[in-house]
């Protein structure tokens, strides 16, 4: 197995931002006249802003306007410095993988604005990745497998000696139909969902990735 290539997902993989998003659309939505709950928002966890708050708007019998997103990423960059969680060791995986030869790459649904936000709380440079896509550089949202083949093409490597690392169900569904190595870590999801999923291998924290690639390239 060559595995040469490491395609993250952000939310839920990088940060712990599921709750500041789900805080700041409640409150986008409140204006609009939808008291939208927490969970309303799971089923489409991981599909971009567009779904996630658009299929909630959709739920309570509205009609989704783009400007409800804009005015939650509003909301979302006036907090994610004080609320978004970093998980441990990431940015220094990133050097890491760089350092043993691996291309690195973002593959996020999020809208680039949510993506630099992130990007800014973690302390890294997007110059830093071999290629990064968000939700506004493709037509179709995951579970589709644009986004991970688009990636793959960008770091010139081929789907089969890419890993793809995630912890949503449409993201692992994604990676399964790019033909990749799918790892997924639970912190959104528990381990027996993600494997339904498909997801090749599990972590508990996305750091753990190291060992599984030890294994792969041993």
Known sequence: MNINSIIFDMDGVLVHSEDTIRECSI?????????AQHSDFIPFTGMGEDRFIGGVVEKYGKVYDTKMKDLA?????????DTIVVYEGIKDLFYC???KGYKIAIASSADRIKVDINLKCIGVDAKLFDALLTGTDIVNKKPHPE??????GKIGSLP????VIEDAISGIEAGKAANMLCIGVTSSFDKETLLEAGADYIVEKTINIIDILSTLNS
Do not use: P, V
């Not at 509003?74 to 994610?80: L, Q, V």
């Not at 089969?160 to 890993?163: A, G, H, L, S, V």
């Open 27 to 35: 409150k986008a939505l409140s204006e609009y006249g939808i008291t």
């Open 73 to 81: 990423y509003k909301f979302y960059s006036e907090s994610a410095k």
């Open 97 to 99: 993988l760089k350092e």
């Open 147 to 152: 986004i991970y083949l688009k990636a793959a």
């Open 160 to 163: 089969e000696n890419c890993i």
